[in-house]
């Protein structure tokens, strides 16, 4: 009688899971998931900052749960589970709060959402293949062009077999699809090719197409978060690492929604008269207490701003979530298009939400405008629907002739004696 293996204890065992049936399953996966789900909620209760949390989650748990899955099906339920445990460990303990927006809200580099995990490790088992077997390369395309034609009748894109099948699968889920060449195209953004894009930039490519679709479906789910298309997710990472663990957590509070205004408690019955506890005020979300309150104002230590007449930002600017910058330098940091006159705002307000405040601001403001929309033309891209991140990628990967403005040619002779003199005279 042969004995079990010791390696059946641990908790990463190697192998995935061989499914030979016509429904996806993936057992050795999903039991490694639950595993993984148990070590997130365990992590919930560790008293470590917030920061290790984040290491524990990149360096152990979802390596661990989701070992193997660039060959095997994921569990939507189970994968379910362990973003909602994985949230639960590092986001605010509230109702209210988005999960999602927790993913956001790291200061890691990287992305801890599993979902987005799973892609980029199909995107780069699909690269290591075919890098380390060249002559595996034209069977990979061959697979990819009969699920786009429908052509494998073992198997679609919604209900996969192998890995080019799971990658496929992974791409759609986040709105893009895949080329018989090979790349990963969406609309509005610039394609990523699989095969000839640097390593190192592969994974933050394809990381970053995820999150951005992210963004968009967490708009749709939240009411403070209306409007938004993407998220800046440099900003946020930057905000993160710059504040303190209090300061964070109460950050992560309001940018996720989690944070309780009077109103809401009113919703529930907590609160009896739904107007602010400290100067008397109706209140109709969280952002009376974070802009509009005198006597919080009163106590700011810094004021640089208490002179933006709030009326004009969008809420989730008022949560604290910056947006991407937007392509209409004649507009609002975040593409509001509408004028907003001198009558209706101070000159500082203006100056700090990205309008022009003076007649040669203007000027310059509507000459490069115009330059901007003249090259985003040459390249088919439509400035209504792209931002600056979007349309700069995309002119970037346009392999014609360059079109941004460039140095003037200098037609000039070298001089004839070398310049020695230090203080360039």
Request: overall charge positive; glycine content about 6%.
């Amino acid at each position: 009688m042969v004995s079990k293996s010791l390696l059946s204890a641990t908790f990463r065992d190697i192998g995935t899971n061989l499914n030979l049936s016509a429904a996806p399953n993936g057992k050795t996966l999903s039991d490694r998931t639950v595993k993984a789900i148990a070590m997130a909620k365990r992590l919930r209760w560790f008293a470590i900052p917030q920061k290790f949390k984040e290491q524990i989650v990149k360096a152990n748990i979802l390596p661990a749960g989701l070992y193997g899955v660039e060959a095997s099906w994921a569990n939507s339920s189970t994968l379910k589970s362990l973003k909602a445990a994985i949230a639960n460990a590092l986001g605010p303990r509230s109702a209210r709060a988005s999960s999602d927006m927790v993913f956001v809200n790291t200061s890691c580099s990287g992305d801890l959402d599993p979902e987005i995990y799973i892609l980029s490790q199909r995107v780069q088992a699909i690269r290591r293949i075919i890098a380390k077997y060249p002559s595996k390369q034209s069977k990979v395309q061959s697979i990819v062009g009969k699920y786009l034609d429908g052509s494998c009748k073992q198997a679609t894109i919604s209900n996969p077999v192998g890995p080019v099948g799971l990658l496929m699968h992974s791409v759609e889920q986040m709105g893009a699809k895949i080329t018989p060449d090979l790349r990963i195209v969406k609309d509005n953004e610039a394609d990523i090719d699989i095969l000839h894009m640097p390593w190192q930039h592969l994974k933050k490519a394809t990381v970053e197409l995820a999150a951005n679709k992210r963004a968009v479906d967490v708009t749709d789910q939240r009411s403070h978060l209306k409007g938004l298309n993407e998220i800046d997710n440099q900003i946020v990472k930057k905000i993160i690492n710059r504040l303190g663990d209090k300061e964070a957590r109460v950050y992560n509070h309001i940018s996720t929604g989690g944070a309780w205004s009077e109103a809401h408690l009113q919703d529930i019955g907590l609160s009896e008269s739904g107007t602010c506890t400290h100067c008397g005020g109706e209140v109709h979300d969280i952002s009376h207490v974070l802009w509009s309150c005198p006597v919080v104002n009163k106590h700011r230590k810094v004021e640089d701003l208490n002179h933006l007449d709030p009326q004009l930002l969008p809420t989730y600017i008022k949560h604290g979530v910056p947006a991407a910058m937007s392509s209409n330098i004649e507009s609002t940091f975040w593409g509001q298009v509408e004028q907003v006159s001198n009558e209706q705002a101070s000159a500082d307000t203006l100056k700090a939400i990205g309008i022009p405040t003076t007649n040669r601001g203007k000027v310059v403001a509507s000459c490069k405008n115009q330059e901007v929309k003249d090259v985003l033309a040459t390249c088919n891209i439509n400035p209504a629907s792209n931002n600056a991140r979007q349309a700069f990628q995309q002119i970037k990967a346009n392999k014609q002739k360059p079109h941004l403005a460039m140095p003037y040619r200098c037609t000039r002779l070298p001089p004839a004696d070398i310049n020695v003199y230090t203080d360039g005279s």
